[in-house]
């Protein structure tokens, strides 16, 4: 089966660049999206079809997919910006949604 | 407002069973794939199974297939996961999503989720 590895923390100053990392064969050609889930929240939609923003996600949210990885970028980071982070392929080998592990962005 | 709903939840001994539902409101549910996601507690994100628009093709996550079956009623606005012989592993959060096409089948819309305990 198709596994996606998410480191399990990043942390990084408020202002500075959080980069999140979700690693998978061949991954660059897939369509990956990204979550964003708040501590007893349900998830957001942050990122879709690799590069995508759904409509009130900021631009300082952004990705990236190439090779066998894909990555979501966080600008100006700010405390509100505090949460888990997933990414999510489906694998049409097995007909399955795949999520990574996901990351836990603290904020400095 | 476009919206998902989620009952049924609650303490089942193992081997159990329980149905959980999802009420969908601002839209309409037969134009969408649908999914269950579940959540176990101070884990990560789970795909459980989806189901078409029309209802003509189901994928299950390998650890639930046979004992879980994902339904909907389009007329009723409505989706379904009955889940039987449940197991302590099944202990989670599941939450009801939309996947919206124009997004990749992303999950744009996530309910607030239900929880679910199998414990004796």
């Known amino acids: 089966s198709y596994v996606l590895t998410q480191p399990p923390s990043v942390s990084v100053a408020p202002g500075k660049t959080a980069r999140f990392t979700c690693a998978g064969r061949?991954?660059?050609?897939?369509?990956v999206h990204w979550y964003q889930q708040k501590p007893g929240q349900a998830p957001v939609l942050v990122i879709y079809?690799?590069?995508d923003r759904p409509s009130g996600i900021p631009e300082r949210f952004s990705g990236s997919n190439s090779g066998n990885t894909a990555t979501l970028t966080i600008s100006r980071v700010e405390a509100g910006d505090e949460a888990d982070y997933y990414c999510q392929v489906w694998d049409s080998f097995s007909d399955h949604w795949v999520f990574g592990g996901g990351t836990k962005l603290t904020v400095l | 407002e476009v919206q998902l709903v989620e009952s049924g939840g609650g303490l089942v001994q193992p081997g159990g069973s329980l149905r959980l539902s999802c009420a969908a409101s601002?839209?309409?549910?037969?134009?969408?794939?649908m999914s269950w996601v579940r959540q176990a507690p101070g884990k990560g994100l789970e795909w459980v199974a989806n189901i078409k628009q029309d209802g003509s093709e189901k994928y299950y996550v390998d650890s639930v297939k046979g004992r879980f079956t994902i339904s909907r009623d389009n007329a009723k606005n409505s989706l379904y996961l009955q889940m039987n012989s449940l197991r302590a592993e099944d202990t989670a959060v599941y939450f009801c999503t939309r996947g919206a096409q124009l997004s990749g089948h992303a999950f744009d819309i996530w309910g607030q989720g239900t929880m679910v305990t199998v414990s004796s």
């Open positions: 079809y690799d590069i």
């Open positions: 601002g839209f309409t549910l037969s134009s969408y794939w």
């Open positions: 061949n991954i660059g050609g897939k369509s």
